[in-house]
């Protein structure tokens, strides 16, 4: 039977049975309506997440031990030699130097180039930490150097990439400052800074100076509430206002895949240094938790479209014997029984395929009612995302292909046993 | 045309085997109207659907059409059934779901693979020329529910047709019609066999037979 028959006489059979064609599609409907919706949650539940936690799942923040028994253990401080010590572990692919800034930093008035009303008097202390130009460089915008600069000359800084998101919704809302324009490019863009100057009483250093900061680009590799210059300006400002160096804050360690982190953490850990789980690990859990209850509900989905496909098995298994001697008359006018299994195979496969198209449609309006009242009754937060939802193009063949399949497997045994019609017996 | 040789069919009846046919022969030309009459259960129902291979489960030689059916496979006597008989029920046998156009249509739709097949259109033009012939082409569109029982016996006649199968094998087929209806069909069956196909009829009333070039008597299992 040639493919255009078989559609062709499918497609009259559904339409001879209306009531049961309808309520079959409408179980397949619910099926592919409830897994596109459920994945693309999960989907777009995902990716806001990432954007709130981007958690690098190939590094590892190495800190000084809580406890160390120092060089007998080859533990201690985290100074070069340790850092080199670290950078030799097997998996390890780099090792980047943080310091903090023991030199307090303080602004007292707006960057330049940018209009907000920065109250009179008004002055932020600027938490700094230095790290190496290696762990940033792929975010360094265009032309921009991460060096310790000549004297006169503007400190590269680094920023978060999420801070400006947290200032728009927690910081200017709170202090009643004028919120940045979104798209806002702020690369280049310099702060005024006083160097060795502190809000806190009797943390100002004897010298104090004005310098300027320059964004040369945005991180995720940058603590949300800090910025990041070069590690030899830290170096050079603890020198110039004689701080003592106890050795690096932290030394955060690149694998080579994300399957090594365990083992190098455990070596991390056998040389008497501790791992910072800090940030990756919020990342990792939130992504576990995102991952279990999308996995959940899209298991829920499935079991939803598991059950339209028995509702049709169990109609289409009604209707075959119903049909009995409808299908005797096929075979006696040259039926084959492949034919026969191929018509009932097909006619689920209309189904759930109608169903299909139909629950995807569902899915993305109910998708976008459920963004549109989130629009409404949530409040504003950081990384509130557009939509909560996220639809690739191979979610909708998915959604759709997985409702035909369903219905597919469950018209096996119908057909099957439309097949078995015996013509002579029934037509007699 | 049709040549059937010792055949034999038993059927279960409870606890008891029944032979319905017994070393049954039956030799029909090409282009003859045969009549089989004989009393209700007497077997001439099976003896049809054997020689239109719808049942394979007998004992003897069957070669209808030059085929010898006891050769065929399932895939090929459906091929047989698709392209060299038609068959008429006392019963219609219509889709009641399809309009008679596509009821017509349906041989046309399990064309065997390896032969060519043609396109809907082309079906749907030739299943309009088969109701034409049977006078019903103003009620292509009409359901089997809306047309009279000569008129569904008439639309079973167009799509045994629609093949141009080499044998007719109609089983009582004016056993629901009034004398009018059934006189139209009977007259159909003359048609046909002045067209070359050779007809082959079972059934119990004399105004059908009376219509046949010959006229067999199928009595304790045998034709005489």
Not at chain 1, 120 to 127: L, N, S, W
Not at chain 1, 398 to 406: H, I, K, Q
Not at chain 2, 53 to 82: I, K, M, T, W, Y
Not at chain 2, 86 to 106: K, R
Request: charged residues 20%; positive net charge.
């Amino acid at each position: 039977m040639r493919i255009r028959s078989l559609v062709h006489l499918a497609a009259l059979n559904l339409r001879s049975d209306r009531r049961s064609t309808l309520v079959n599609t409408a179980a397949a409907c619910v099926g592919a309506a409830a897994l596109v919706f459920f994945v693309a949650l999960g989907m777009g539940v995902g990716q806001a997440a990432r954007l709130m936690f981007p958690g690098d799942a190939r590094l590892l923040e190495v800190v000084p031990g809580a406890v160390s028994l120092g060089d007998a253990l080859g533990g201690g401080a985290l100074d070069d030699a340790a850092v080199a010590r670290l950078r030799e572990l097997p998996g390890v692919e780099g090792a980047w130097r943080r310091l903090s800034l023991r030199v307090p930093i303080a602004a007292s008035r707006a960057p330049e180039g940018v209009r907000m009303n920065w109250p009179a008097g008004f002055t932020v202390q600027v938490p700094v930490v230095g790290v190496d130009e290696g762990l940033v460089s792929g975010d360094l915008a265009r032309g921009r150097d991460f060096r310790d600069p000549p004297p006169g000359q503007p400190i590269p800084v680094l920023a978060s990439r999420r801070l400006l998101e947290v200032y728009n919704k927690t910081i200017a809302p709170a202090w009643n400052l004028r919120r940045l324009p979104p798209g806002l490019d702020l690369v280049g863009l310099q702060i005024p800074v006083r160097v060795g100057f502190s809000i806190i009483p009797l943390k100002t250093e004897d010298k104090v100076y004005d310098a300027r900061l320059a964004l040369a680009g945005l991180s995720d590799r940058v603590p949300l509430y800090s910025l990041a210059i070069p590690v030899e300006t830290v170096r050079r400002l603890h020198q110039e206002y004689g701080k003592a160096d106890p050795g690096y804050s932290s030394v955060v360690l690149e694998t080579r895949r994300p399957d090594d982190v365990p083992g190098v953490a455990e070596s991390v850990r056998r040389m008497g240094f501790a791992v910072d789980e800090g940030e990756r690990a919020i990342a990792e859990r939130v992504g576990l938790a995102i991952t279990v209850t999308a996995g959940a509900l899209a298991l829920l989905a499935l079991l939803m479209t598991a059950l339209a496909a028995l509702a049709i098995a169990q109609s289409l298994s009604a209707s075959v014997r119903g049909r009995t001697r409808d299908i005797a008359i096929l075979q006696a006018v040259g039926a084959t029984a492949g034919d026969v299994r191929a018509l009932v195979l097909a006619e689920a496969a209309l189904v759930g395929l109608a169903g299909g198209v139909l629950g995807v449609l569902v899915a993305w309006l109910a998708a976008r009612g459920a963004d549109a009242a989130a629009l409404r009754f949530l409040p504003d937060f950081p990384f509130r995302p557009e939509t909560f939802f996220s639809f690739p193009p191979w979610l909708f063949v998915l959604g759709v292909g997985v409702s035909a399949a369903a219905a597919v497997l469950g018209a096996l045994a119908p057909a099957a046993l439309a097949a078995r019609v015996d013509p002579a017996r029934t037509i007699a | 045309m049709i040549s059937l040789r010792h055949i034999r069919k038993r059927f279960r009846d409870g606890e008891r085997d029944v032979e319905v046919l017994h070393d049954l022969v039956l030799e029909v030309a090409r282009g003859e109207f045969t009549a089989v009459v004989g009393a209700s259960g007497s077997g001439k129902s099976t003896l049809l659907y054997i020689a239109g291979a719808l049942d394979a489960d007998f004992e003897g030689d069957a070669v209808v059409a030059g085929r010898n059916l006891r050769d065929l496979d399932a895939r090929q006597r459906a091929a047989f059934r698709n392209e060299s008989v038609g068959f008429v029920f006392q019963s219609f046998n219509l889709l009641p779901a399809l309009p008679a156009v596509e009821n017509v249509m349906l041989p046309g739709l399990f064309v065997p693979r390896g032969t060519p097949a043609p396109t809907l259109s082309q079906l749907r033009t030739r299943a309009l020329e088969a109701l034409d012939r049977v006078g019903l082409a103003d009620k292509a569109s009409r359901h089997p529910g809306r047309l009279s029982g000569g008129e569904r016996q008439r639309v079973a006649i167009a799509r045994a047709l629609l093949s141009r199968p080499a044998a007719l094998l109609a089983d009582e087929p004016t056993g629901n019609l009034d004398a009018r209806s059934g006189e139209g069909v009977i007259q159909l069956f003359g048609d046909m066999r002045r067209d070359g196909v050779t007809v082959l009829v079972v059934t119990h009333e004399e105004r059908v037979s009376g219509a046949a070039d010959r006229v067999l008597h199928l009595e304790d299992g045998k034709l005489r």
